[in-house]
Nanobody, 124 residues
């Protein structure tokens, strides 16, 4: 299984970006996905997650109302739409996969596969 994240870049505060994560080579009947982020010198933290059918999502308090997670299973892709970006959103963003995906888990430990990360830089 490979996860390929893309869509990061440099944006001014107040701007928007959409991250994508393509899942390649999986054989799972279902899976849940999440986005985490890691700023320099900080621990990797939860951002958002979505369960196997998109019926359940979770968001970190810091991004609620600004970020939206979604999935397109026909394309094996999960998206993170990020609006009203702030300098404190600057980080490397990682997508992660959990086989099964019954719930939109927020715990880092349950995710079995990780993408390589994509850098988001928000300038003030």
């Amino acid at each position: 299984v490979q996860l390929q994240a893309s869509g990061g870049g440099l944006v001014q505060a107040g701007g928007s970006l959409r991250l994508s994560c393509v899942v390649l080579g999986h054989t799972f009947r279902s899976y849940g996905m999440a986005w985490f982020r890691q700023a320099p010198g900080m621990e990797r933290e939860f951002v958002s997650s979505i369960n196997w059918n998109g019926g359940s999502t979770n968001y970190a308090d810091s991004v609620k109302g600004r970020f939206t997670i979604s999935r397109d299973d026909a394309k094996n892709t999960v998206y993170l739409q990020m609006n009203t970006l702030k300098p404190e959103d600057t980080a490397v963003y990682f997508c992660a996969l959990q086989s099964g995906g019954t719930y939109a888990y927020i715990e880092r430990e349950v995710y079995e596969y990780w993408g390589q990360g994509t850098l988001v830089t928000v300038s003030s």
